[in-house]
């Protein structure tokens, strides 16, 4: 039989032994086997802080998404190939493709991120300090990649967006990764690493991946390395207590299993379009993965006046999901990952039996299409009731990770969120409401027990992504027995592979540091009008400074009347007493608009190809007339505006062609008393030089 490979140390490699055989989950024959026996996962990490980390940090923030978009680019051309991988897994197309090009859409995602960050390797942190009255000290934050590893052990259910939504966060900060999937799935994952690996995409020693067992993985951890990990709270708890991770200070990110749930709102009823949203919900995420989802229903509240009716309608609905072979057309839902998962899943049922009952479903039998039940991981959902919720402990305590969930009643609001408590914390929690008031009450009521709520109703449901499905951009985890961590989430994730550090000094030195400038910096002038700059050209800390202008009566008038901005204090018969004004003041848009046009230099066509936007626009101090303001610019940063990808001519629009970038420049204004009256960011978009 042949084994799996490990790529480590540049090389792929397999483990001694005849390792651990992994079977088909829908005909339950043997497919391959993994072993990592024998591997020196020491010397894996070594390579990984060696050889994968000096690479990625030499590479911008910027250049590092687009690595991610040409990876998923080039992964969305190969889906034949790990879709025919998938179904042995047991996993349907739908199934397949939340794991397959769910995690290809989280490399596009957080390569969107780049333009988040700097063109840089390092990036500031939050807002600046001022720290001296003189304005020659200050002090700010700043983000560096860590110097070690990232080290990510995932679970079996998501073999392939479970390695992709990690990796791609840890990349975009310029940290290398060590993957370790589940070994029962890990067969897909291994091919997903040999197309990355194949593309040449991906610096060495970026992404190093181990088939089969973790062994001393953790025992070599240093401060600078961040471990992940996905599974059960138990195995979790067992791997955070390494002797090296505590001494160390290894951050520990975990991602458990939890007993998520779902509410009925008090006042739905069969007639609301929320009650067939309820019951489809829950339809979909006891079958979707055939229930092997972290984010998964486990628990279902429901008013105790509607609970027969609840669990009649969720059993009909069950009822029409057609098990089987996931190849099959009509198949809805297919097997459990392999026969020792649907084993655990049985004996986690029979404890949840002490207090509960099947209501729907058989624990021991299931009509399959297309298969064979009993050789492959075929498992009926089983819907439980359980009357006690508060008496019985099991519902609140036991997972079993498949197609299972307990229904159970609640008196009013305030017990539907007592009750959600009682799952001491979980990743995901969904109420489906109309009312607003109640859904408040919900949400304000047990957030702080669940990583994330969904409310769910008649005006989003065609748009949601559902109870069950994290997002790149928000944040995955929760609390307490969900493992207190959180992953993806943005820049919020990015930041978790990152060392925030306090910088001091002078704003001239940090504007050297950050390549971001800092007010009071010493400013450039080199004598050539910044519109008459590529791109390429421009310094951070160029300065310009504008003519004098004299603010008329005349000129504020002219401006009401064109922009139609009559406000009381841009009257000058206006009796100000009791205002904040002495007089008729100037339109702060005004004086935005006079620094734009000072700030433009002729007639001809420049490099400069249009205004993009304006930031953090501040007015802070009137502007009378016969005030003289005057104008400085300075170039705070420069950002690059990557071509779009363009697939057919159609797509094509006016300006595609040219190479262009963002240029950031603080604006300053300031009257006779070179006192400022206002400051503003001005986003230019300047074409690069030919």
Known sequence: MTKLENYITGKWITGD?????LFNAVTGKPLTAASTKGLDFKQVLDYGRTVGNPALRKMTFHQRGNMLKALALHLRTRLDGFYALSYQTGATKADSWVDIEGGIGNLFANASLRRRFPDDVVCIDGESHNLGKNNTFM????????EGVAIHINAFNFPVWGMLEKIAVNLLAGVP????????TSYLTEAVVKEIIASGILPEGALQLLCGSAGDLLDHVTSQDVVTFTGSASTGLMLKKTKAILENNVPFNMEA??????????????ADPEWD???KEIRKEMTLKAGQRCTGVRRIFVPENKMEEVWKAIATSLSQTVIGNPLHPSVRMGSLAGQSQRNEVREQVNKLLASSQIVYGSLESVEVTDADAMQGAFMSPLLLLNDQPHTSSEPHNIEAFGPVSTIMPYKDREDAIALSKLGKGSLVSTIVT?????ARDYVVGAASYHGRILVLNNECAKESTGHGSPLPLLVHGGPGRAGGGEEMGGLRGVKHYLQRTALQGSPTMITAITGVYQPHAKGISTGIHPFKKYFDELQIGEQLITEKRIITSEDIDRFADLTGDHFYAHIKTTDFTGTMFEQQVAHGYFIMSIAAGLFVEGYEKNP???NYG??????TKPVYPGAEVQIRFTCKEKLPNDKRVIEKPEDFKRGDDIDKGIVKWLVEFFDASNEITGVATILTMVAKKP
């Open 177 to 184: 990764a060590v993957v370790k999937p589940a070994t029962v």
């Open 139 to 146: 002090g700010t934050h700043i983000l560096t990649p860590k």
């Open 614 to 619: 304006i930031d953090e626009l501040r007015f």
């Open 434 to 438: 109309a009312n607003t008031r109640e």
């Open 257 to 270: 299993d939890s007993l998520n749930c779902i509410v009925l709102g008090e006042n739905v009823t069969p």
């Open 608 to 610: 400069v190809l249009l």
């Open 17 to 21: 032994g005849d390792g651990q055989v």
């Open 277 to 279: 949203i309820f019951i």
